[in-house]
């Protein structure tokens, strides 16, 4: 249930219901941050095929042991964040003044322009996949650890402890998911409370989606297959993208409620 009395085929149907005849329109907002991180992931991967074809790195080398690997992703990365960041924050702000009736929708190119918005959605996403990477750590030191064990041939004491390992690091990978998951509603945050800072809307967004965490999921359940096509991504994007909007915008609501409960409460308590 997202909010307290609305479905997921009502959410998607009343989405269905509100971008009618906007999708094209949607479909330019929502496309850009998705091709421009498709395309430095295809850069990433010429680089590091050139490095393998030009001998400067072995393939074994990939999964780490090589220094330049992790500088060569981390400069791709930053890059990615600085070109993506803004352009998903403008799509956020473009799909909540849709799914909210905003009188006066704003422009995706003037925000672009902006270059206080830029910093801001760049500091936001930065941060969230920042929180992100602190997380999987423990998951990648265990698996690592686990892997050295296993691979030095040792008796039943180190692989039981390997094994334990492994179960460490799968329950990393799950806090991973879920941080990945709430830091999906940062862009929307920061369309929502423009006064915030990028960093609050950032750690705000944790608790902000605690217990929400199946909107995204069920969300991606019920349009992997359609979006799976290339004749349907282009349909069902602009429907996928708008629906998360508005099950965000329901949950704002259902927050301003519970917080001006509590504040009418305390004021006819004195």
Same mark, same amino acid.
């Given at each position: 249930?997202?909010?307290?009395?609305?479905?997921?085929?009502?959410?998607?149907?009343?989405?269905?219901?509100?971008? *009618?005849? *906007?999708?094209?329109?949607?479909?330019?907002?929502?496309?850009?941050?998705?091709?421009?991180?498709?395309?430095?992931?295809?850069?990433?991967?010429?680089?590091?095929?050139?490095?393998?074809?030009?001998?400067?790195?072995?393939?074994?080398?990939?999964?780490?042991?090589?220094?330049?690997?992790?500088?060569?992703?981390?400069?791709?990365?930053?890059?990615?964040?600085?070109?993506?960041?803004?352009?998903?924050?403008?799509?956020?702000?473009?799909?909540? !003044?849709?799914?909210?009736?905003?009188?006066?929708?704003? !422009?995706?190119?003037?925000?672009?322009?902006?270059?206080?918005?830029?910093?801001?959605?760049?500091?936001?996403?930065?941060?969230?996949?920042?929180?992100?990477?602190?997380?999987?750590?423990?998951?990648?030191?265990?698996?690592?650890?686990?892997?050295?064990?296993?691979?030095?041939?040792?008796? !039943?004491?180190?692989?039981?402890?390997?094994?334990?390992?492994?179960?460490?690091?799968?329950?990393?990978?799950?806090?991973?998911?879920?941080?990945?998951?709430?830091?999906?509603?940062?862009?929307?945050?920061?369309?929502?409370?423009?006064?915030?800072?990028?960093?609050?809307?950032?750690?705000?967004?944790?608790?902000?989606? *605690?217990?929400?965490?199946?909107?995204?999921?069920?969300?991606?359940?019920?349009?992997?297959?359609?979006?799976?096509?290339?004749?349907?991504?282009?349909?069902?994007?602009?429907?996928?993208?708008?629906?998360?909007?508005?099950?965000? !915008?329901?949950?704002?609501?259902?927050?301003?409620?519970? *917080?001006?409960?509590?504040?009418?409460?305390?004021?006819?308590?004195?």
């Amino acid at each position: 249930m997202w909010g307290e009395n609305v479905s997921i085929w009502e959410l998607t149907g009343y989405t269905r219901r509100r971008i *009618r005849g *906007r999708r094209a329109e949607l479909l330019l907002a929502c496309l850009p941050p998705l091709a421009v991180c498709l395309l430095f992931r295809l850069g990433e991967a010429a680089a590091f095929s050139l490095l393998l074809y030009f001998g400067a790195m072995k393939p074994i080398e990939l999964f780490g042991g090589f220094a330049g690997q992790f500088i060569i992703a981390a400069v791709l990365a930053l890059l990615r964040w600085t070109v993506t960041a803004p352009l998903i924050c403008a799509a956020a702000v473009k799909l909540r !003044s849709i799914v909210t009736d905003e009188a006066e929708e704003p !422009s995706v190119s003037k925000l672009l322009l902006s270059g206080g918005f830029r910093r801001r959605s760049i500091a936001a996403y930065a941060a969230g996949r920042l929180i992100c990477f602190v997380v999987l750590i423990p998951a990648a030191l265990l698996g690592a650890y686990a892997l050295t064990l296993v691979s030095d041939g040792g008796g !039943s004491r180190e692989l039981f402890a390997a094994w334990d390992a492994l179960i460490l690091a799968a329950v990393s990978v799950v806090l991973w998911l879920a941080a990945r998951l709430s830091t999906m509603a940062v862009p929307f945050l920061l369309a929502e409370y423009p006064e915030r800072g990028a960093l609050s809307c950032a750690f705000m967004s944790i608790g902000f989606m *605690r217990g929400r965490k199946r909107l995204p999921l069920a969300l991606a359940a019920v349009y992997a297959l359609p979006m799976a096509t290339v004749a349907g991504l282009p349909v069902f994007l602009p429907e996928l993208a708008a629906a998360y909007a508005a099950g965000i !915008s329901i949950f704002i609501k259902e927050d301003e409620y519970a *917080r001006s409960a509590v504040r009418r409460e305390l004021g006819r308590t004195g």
